[in-house]
């Protein structure tokens, strides 16, 4: 009985606020470069409140279960394109939290540069690409449309607006810039997946391909939309949010962190900004945080003046 008792008391305290306060917040760094930056100003900003971090590198697709099972705590840039369905299964079924909605609205899609236009008539609308496939398709039978290792319903919008694309994977966003740089200074036509807020906008000039608008009826009822056998005959969704997720331990770990991570808000300049330090200005991740805080002095007593952290 005194042993059942022990372990009982050690399981208790194990999980109590206590035992949590004393692990590190961990902040999950993915793959591109405006949610690394900020990840480092967040982890930046927790550190001058003396809470320990930890950064954990993960993908678009483990993030879900390290948040879910407390190997992360921090996600701070879930896009609705990419990331919607995923992220609310979860906070329905209770395995991970809302942590804060940014002010920045985003956009996620086909993207090409604006020289394209010359070569396939009619862009920026989808049906252009039923006449013209073969300017994207690089000596092969179907163009292809470039993408990266996210969630999306490409393959299922292709065959539902009746394209012959095939979609190349790339390995992330960094590769995604090689290859926007690389053609555009080619001059060769181009399709790839694009977002914004993002680098790219200030600095070259292109266009989102305007499929049929979203409608989250294209998700689940083949019925609705320009093609009646299948889901996804639509684009992605245009002004989506952009949000924080957070771990269910996070505020027994810190309060303090999660009230710091719940007001870290930003607009559209500021996760452009983040972007455009590192694929733009080619700073390492350190310094474009570093200059990053440096461009936002002003906003920082605000994310830091909280009850829980004095």
């Given at each position: 009985m005194k042993l059942s008792a022990c372990i009982i008391t050690s399981m208790l305290l194990a999980n109590s606020p206590i035992a949590l306060s004393n692990e590190p917040v961990k902040l999950l760094s993915l793959d591109w470069s405006s949610q690394q930056v900020l990840t480092r100003v967040l982890g930046e900003l927790l550190m001058q409140k003396n809470i320990e971090i930890e950064y954990v590198h993960t993908d678009a697709t483990s993030q879900w279960y390290k948040l879910a099972h407390g190997q992360g705590d921090v996600q701070i840039e879930v896009w609705e394109g990419t990331m919607a369905t995923s992220f609310l299964q979860l906070i329905h079924s209770g395995h991970v939290q809302e942590g804060a909605t940014h002010l920045a609205k985003t956009r996620e899609e086909w993207w090409y540069p604006e020289y394209v236009e010359q070569m396939c008539e009619g862009l920026p609308d989808w049906t252009a690409l039923k006449r013209c496939p073969k300017v994207f398709a690089e000596g092969k039978q179907r163009g292809i449309y470039y993408t990266g290792p996210w969630e999306k319903p490409d393959g299922a919008r292709i065959r539902a607006l009746g394209l012959e694309f095939d979609v190349v994977q790339l390995k992330g966003g960094d590769e995604i810039n090689q290859k926007i740089r690389q053609y555009i200074a080619e001059n060769r036509p181009l399709l790839i997946f694009n977002w914004s807020p993002n680098w790219v906008e200030a600095k070259y000039k292109g266009?989102?391909?305007?499929?049929?608008?979203?409608?989250?009826k294209c998700e689940d009822n083949p019925s609705w939309g320009v093609n009646p056998k299948f889901k996804w005959d639509c684009g992605n969704p245009v002004g989506g949010w952009l949000k924080t997720a957070?771990?269910?331990?996070?505020?027994?770990?810190?309060?303090?962190?999660?009230?710091?991570?719940r007001s870290f808000s930003l607009d559209n300049h500021q996760i452009a900004l983040a972007s455009m330090l590192v694929d733009d200005q080619n700073l390492s991740l350190a310094d474009a945080a570093s200059a990053w805080l440096e461009q936002n002095q002003a906003n920082i007593n605000t994310w830091l003046s909280h009850k829980s952290c004095q």
């Open positions: 266009k989102f391909v305007e499929f049929p608008a979203y409608d989250k957070i771990s269910n331990r996070l505020t027994d770990k810190s309060q303090c962190a999660a009230d710091i991570i």
